[in-house]
Structures are given as structure tokens and as C-alpha cells.
T-cell receptor, first 117, second 112 residues
Framework: GAVVSQHPSRVICKSGTSVKIECRSLDFQATTMFWYRQFPKQSLMLMATSNEGSKATYEQGVEKDKFLINHASLTLSTLTVTSAHPEDSSFYIC?????????????FGPGTRLTVL | SQQGEEDPQALSIQEGENATMNCSYKTSINNLQWYRQNSGRGLVHLILIRSNEREKHSGRLRVTLDTSKKSSSLLITASRAADTASYFCATDAYQAGTALIFGKGTTLSVSS
């Protein structure tokens, strides 16, 4: 099956710093990637849709200036948490759809655990 | 945004028993998928059922879909301790390129 990787898998940072998380589709091209956030004992909440070559679409309540998304190529999307605070500590998961628009399985990355001290 | 509720929120059973989890959703869908997540880990895709299907089997898993009631159920038969995890349904809308939307999940605990 298709593989999606995330890097880093775990990051600890100080409050006020910025953290970049990478999401790569390893064996297929993805014009669309998605970023989710999951707080402890909760479900995955969609944060934004990342479109290659254009601006991301953010869900209601997600600050676009705080969570910067860049989808510069068909295999890479990045999420930068700017000026991170302890309340941003969460599990961030990306997913990717194959190019072509087939509405079947999305492929999920293994997630990145962010801890802000 | 989330589609809807899953029930129960938590389920505790003994090994060998069956576990049934339900999921409701709000909008029209192309398909519905079930995922498992062990504590602190990533998602594992279990099964996908399309909107024109009513039932699907995969090993010890049985999924039903009732589009008229906008609901689905996941049955795990002869449960094992290794089935202990959180289970989420996720709906795929009819429009191409849209994200999967997850339900709130059921936490299953299987004791030996």
C-alpha cells in the first residue's frame, strides 16, 4: 500500500519557539494533503486542507497565522506551529490522497507528538 | 468538524466475547471507514464500506451500513486482548478531494 511519512515523530520545544513538521507521500503524488490534530483521549480534528501550489484551506477556529502550511511539491506538505505554547501540545497527523481525485482510502502518516514546555 | 457520535464511548469486555460499536453521521457519504488506534500510536485502517453496500466482512470484523439512518456498526467477534484500542469511524463525502471526517471514537478494553 501507499506510504506516508512524517518527521519528526516526536518533538519537545520551549514555549515561544516554532516547530516544523513534514509530511511526505513516499510512493505516490498527492495534490491534496490534510492535517489533523488529536488531543489526549479525543478524536482526530481536521485542521486544514493543503493543496499543492495554492493556499491551504483552514477549518473554522484554526488560526492560519499560527499554523502555517506549505505544500510546495506533490510529495511534501509542511505544518509550522509558530510561537508554540503549551496548549498546542498535541498529536499531529497528516494524510494524503493520491492525485486523480478518486474518493477512496486516504493514507495516513504515523503522527508527530508535539510537547511544548 | 466532526460527523457525529459513536457509542458506546467506552466498552469493557472479556476475551472471547463480541464487541459492537456504533457510529452515526450527518451528511451524505461516498464511503465510511473504520480505523483502530492503539494508545499513543498512529491509525490502522480496518475496513471500508461504500455507500451502496450494506454489509462487509474482513476476518473477525463485520461492518454494516444503513444510509437511511446514517449509521454504521462495527462488530469484532471472539475478541482478544490485542484488540484493546480506540476505534474510530470516518466518513468520506461525495466530493472528490475532501477530507475524512472522524467520529468521536469508542475505547475498547478486552481483558483476559
Amino acid at each position: 500500500g501507499a506510504v506516508v511519512s512524517q518527521h519528526p515523530s516526536r518533538v519537545i520545544c520551549k514555549s515561544g519557539t516554532s516547530v516544523k513538521i513534514e509530511c511526505r507521500s513516499l510512493d505516490f503524488q498527492a495534490t491534496t494533503m490534510f492535517w489533523y490534530r488529536q488531543f489526549p483521549k479525543q478524536s482526530l480534528m481536521l485542521m486544514a486542507t493543503s493543496n499543492e501550489g495554492s493556499k491551504a484551506t483552514y477549518e473554522q477556529g484554526v488560526e492560519k497565522d499560527k499554523f502555517l502550511i506549505n505544500h510546495a511539491s506533490l510529495t511534501l506538505s509542511t505544518l509550522t506551529v509558530t510561537s508554540a505554547h503549551p496548549e498546542d501540545s498535541s498529536f499531529y497527523i497528516c494524510s494524503a490522497r493520491r492525485s486523480g481525485g478518486v474518493t477512496d482510502t486516504q493514507y495516513f502518516g504515523p503522527g508527530t507528538r508535539l510537547t511544548v514546555l | 468538524s466532526q460527523q457525529g457520535e459513536e457509542d458506546p464511548q467506552a466498552l469493557s469486555i472479556q476475551e472471547g466475547e463480541n464487541a459492537t460499536m456504533n457510529c452515526s453521521y450527518k451528511t451524505s457519504i461516498n464511503n465510511l471507514q473504520w480505523y483502530r488506534q492503539n494508545s499513543g500510536r498512529g491509525l490502522v485502517h480496518l475496513i471500508l464500506i461504500r455507500s451502496n453496500e450494506r454489509e462487509k466482512h474482513s476476518g473477525r470484523l463485520r461492518v454494516t451500513l444503513d444510509t437511511s439512518k446514517k449509521s454504521s456498526s462495527l462488530l469484532i467477534t471472539a475478541s482478544r486482548a490485542a484488540d484493546t484500542a480506540s476505534y474510530f469511524c470516518a466518513t468520506d463525502a461525495y466530493q472528490a478531494g475532501t477530507a475524512l471526517i472522524f467520529g468521536k471514537g469508542t475505547t475498547l478494553s478486552v481483558s483476559s
